[in-house]
């Protein structure tokens, strides 16, 4: 066609073929011509304006001052004729379009990633992830327990995508399996660096019938009732309280089992140590029968100290059992055959106090014989003299 001869009516016809067409749903990339009142004036390559209205600028506040002329972002077509000739376009709605996509593929990879908690809402919390809101229940924020949802609000979180639909939009996000996954690992650590026979300051998480349970750093251990104190306790309470800190020592950790054994009692304030300080083999003393069993009876020698009489050290008969003899409560001499200190056992015998006895009772009878004689000869003697 001749340049030279075009008709107003071929101009026209050039400039709308050189336009570009746009159809609802379109995406196109949109340079900023002016910020108005009402909306953001744009150049998307058509002959008519397309505008940006507030609201469909961005999911978060956005001032006005922060959108300059000569800004470029995509947009989502949503009206090609607002009546007034303009076309209504969507750059949040743009953002959903690509950003829907990206997600799709977080959520077929299983990808971890953070997002920032915005809101609490019934049930969970609100994050945007893409522009995109996403939903994360209360159970499924970390691996513990959440009371106040609003203490995440602000707060940084790992996360994946656990639920998706494109169609509606909806996003459920997770952080529990993560936090769960970094509370093994940390613990993992933390147990491998516990160390046999060292003490640690913990805090007393549980008390159950037969023990406390102490966290030492990420890491429980149990401390037996009867590692829990010197005296005898029906239960933990009688002596501690969830809360309390108590310093203990390692004593057993089993690796394959991940459990850890404790002692909060202090060996060097062991009383039975106390107690049989003083104690030599062969020291003869006074004690309380406190138990008989068929091989012996046990004589409490002090509060935290007993031993242990044989039945063939209580008399010199023969007897079938303890009780034959001897009777509960019953005080009684005995002298010492046996000191384990290393194994806290000593034996005592009452046979071995007899026999010194009767040897100092034979003794004084021949000192006393002795005496008698000697007595007699000089008698005998005075009246030999008398009667010369």
């Not at 299983?110 to 994050?127: D, L, M």
């Not at 390692?250 to 690796?255: C, E, F, G, K, S």
Request: proline share 2%; net charge negative.
């Amino acid at each position: 066609m001749d340049e030279n001869n075009l008709t107003m009516a071929d101009f026209m016809d050039q400039i709308d073929k050189s336009m570009i067409r746009i159809r609802k749903g379109d995406i196109k990339t949109a340079t900023v011509v002016s910020v108005e009142d009402a909306g953001i004036i744009t150049n998307i390559g058509t002959h008519a304006d397309a505008i940006v209205p507030w609201n469909e600028y961005s999911y978060e506040e956005v001032a006005k001052e922060d959108v300059q002329a000569g800004d470029t972002f995509d947009v989502l077509v949503i009206n090609t004729d607002d009546g007034e000739g303009n076309i209504i376009v969507s750059k949040k709605r743009a953002e959903s379009e690509v950003a829907l996509e990206n997600i799709e593929e977080l959520y077929k990879a299983h990808t971890h990633f953070n997002v920032k908690v915005k809101e609490v809402v019934k049930g969970g919390v609100i994050a945007m992830l893409q522009g995109m809101r996403a939903f994360i229940p209360g159970s499924q924020l970390t691996d513990t327990y959440v009371e106040d949802l609003s203490d995440f609000v602000g707060k940084q979180i790992e996360v994946e995508i656990i639920e998706f639909n494109a169609k509606n939009k909806k996003i459920v996000l997770s952080g529990k399996e993560i936090a769960k996954a970094k509370t093994a690992e940390l613990k993992k650590e933390r147990f491998n660096s516990i160390v046999e026979g060292e003490k640690y300051t913990g805090t007393i998480t549980k008390l159950m019938p037969y023990g406390a349970f102490v966290n030492i750093g990420g890491v429980e251990g149990l401390v037996h009732n009867t590692d829990l104190s010197w005296t005898r306790i029906k239960h933990p309470s009688d002596v501690v309280k969830e809360g309390d800190q108590l310093q203990v020592t390692v004593m057993n950790i089993d690796t394959e089992k991940g459990k850890i054994a404790l002692r909060a009692k202090d060996v060097a304030m062991d009383p039975w140590y106390l107690e049989t300080a003083n104690l030599e083999k062969g020291q003869v003393l006074k004690g309380k029968v406190v138990k008989m069993m068929s091989f012996g009876a046990f004589v409490s020698l002090s509060d935290h100290v007993e031993g242990l009489v044989h039945i063939s050290q209580i008399t010199e008969r023969r007897i079938s059992k303890p009780e034959e003899a001897l009777e509960l409560g019953q005080e009684v001499k005995v002298k010492i055959t046996q000191l384990d200190k290393a194994n806290k056992k000593i034996g005592l015998s009452m046979t071995e106090v007899e026999e010194e006895v009767d040897a100092s009772m034979m003794a004084y009878m021949a000192e006393d014989e002795d005496s008698i004689s000697t007595m007699g000869d000089v008698l005998g003697n005075a009246f030999k003299d008398l009667f010369k």
